[in-house]
């Protein structure tokens, strides 16, 4: 089998940190996020990734070449020349999605985080014999979607409501897909949405259907959703595998540490907290709902909640960074310093508070 990523754009949502890497590579729960779901897609059998994108296409493959071998699984470019939205993409890799077997191939959404039920779309989608699966999401304010009517019973859709005035239902477009190679037949190579114009055919010909997804979903694309996602994804691990999380005295909820980070004496880190690979934490450090990535140094003291701290960055003694602080890759927050929401540029040193939301260039 094969997938389609939809890698896109600049990523701008997540800046500062996309401003070192592309979107996709950017950790998640200690993971490039787009590595989730290669390793997820490869558990059921896939066999060769193409990443659909528009920006950036060597640093994407240079980094995912490592993981090729590891994996046992092939990874593609398709690279776009103009932005091409979500279907166009698809027009554009056909040879490369397209073989002799006939078999349906998947779509995902780089940013979608979930617990990827691939195993159990493949089979409903045997079990329907329509044209085209997608999977929906429940959620509280169906308002701010695309909301995907359909038929209980048997997951017929029956029409797309973008962002309903009135309640039509409440769920929603997960951004995962299995589809038939039929469906490119209905795709021309050109600027399209795969939501609004191809979907909504499909489903008039009652070829469409859906699959309510089980367990959490997150579109990680933004900081705050970054930080929710998060604290899913470690309930989801607690449950499934309670192994990989740290334990001991210091440790509170959920939390996951890199077997190559130090943590001193006196910390209290949790819940929902990830620490990256060759961090370090000195004494009497609080952590919470946060991720320290990559070559972080926290030291004595200093406080972290509700932010994203980015790689080889350092947080002073005594320092306060809460209220969704973004630190762009190498900053140095000085010694009692507090950061109220600062979004703060790579390679910046902060030398005076921040005290309201604000950019840092």
């Not at 169906?142 to 019973?153: A, F, I, Q, R």
């Not at 994804?233 to 909820?253: E, M, N, Q, T």
């Not at 907290?273 to 060759?278: D, E, T």
């Not at 002073?316 to 762009?328: K, P």
Request: charged share 25%; glycine share 8%.
């Amino acid at each position: 089998m094969k997938a389609l990523i939809l890698v896109g754009g600049f990523g701008t949502r997540l800046r500062p940190l996309t401003l070192s890497v592309p979107k996709p590579l950017v950790d998640f729960a200690n993971k490039p996020m787009i590595l989730h779901q290669i390793e997820a897609l490869k558990a059921v059998g896939v066999t060769e990734v193409v990443l659909a994108i528009n920006y950036q296409p060597e640093v994407m493959l240079n980094f995912l070449k490592e993981f090729e071998t590891k994996l046992g699984i092939k990874i593609t470019c398709s690279q776009e020349t103009e932005p091409l939205g979500t279907a166009g993409p698809l027009a554009l890799a056909r040879d490369k999605l397209i073989d002799d077997s006939g078999e349906p191939f998947f779509v995902l959404n780089s940013d979608v985080i979930s617990e990827y039920p691939f195993k159990e779309i493949i089979k409903f989608h045997k079990s329907h014999g329509g044209e085209a699966s997608i999977m929906v999401t429940k959620v509280d304010e169906p308002s701010k979607y695309g909301v995907v009517v359909m038929e209980e019973s048997t997951g017929q859709v029956e029409k797309f409501v973008e962002k309903p005035k009135i309640f039509v239902g409440n769920k929603i477009n997960a951004g995962i897909y299995l589809l038939d190679p039929s469906v490119l037949d209905r795709i021309q190579l050109r600027p399209t949405s795969i939501e609004k114009e191809v979907f909504p055919k499909i489903a008039a010909e009652k070829k469409l259907y859906a699959m309510v997804l089980p367990g959490f979903w997150m579109d990680i694309g933004q900081p705050r959703d970054y930080i929710t996602g998060l604290r899913l994804y470690l309930d989801s691990l607690r449950k499934k595998s309670s192994s990989k999380l740290a334990v001991g005295a210091h440790i509170v909820g959920n939390v996951l540490v890199d077997e190559t980070s130090k943590i001193g004496e006196g910390c209290l880190i949790g819940p929902d907290v990830a620490i990256g690979p060759g961090c370090v934490v000195e004494s009497g450090v609080r952590l919470s709902r946060c991720t320290i990535m990559r070559g972080v140094r926290v030291k004595k003291h200093a406080c972290i909640s509700s932010s994203i701290i980015g790689w080889h960055s350092t947080v002073g003694q005594w320092a306060r960074v809460e209220n969704m602080t973004i630190l762009g890759e190498d900053v140095h927050v000085c010694d009692e310093i507090y950061s109220n929401g600062g979004v703060v540029l790579p390679h910046k040193e902060i030398k005076s508070s921040i005290l309201k939301p604000e950019i840092v260039m």
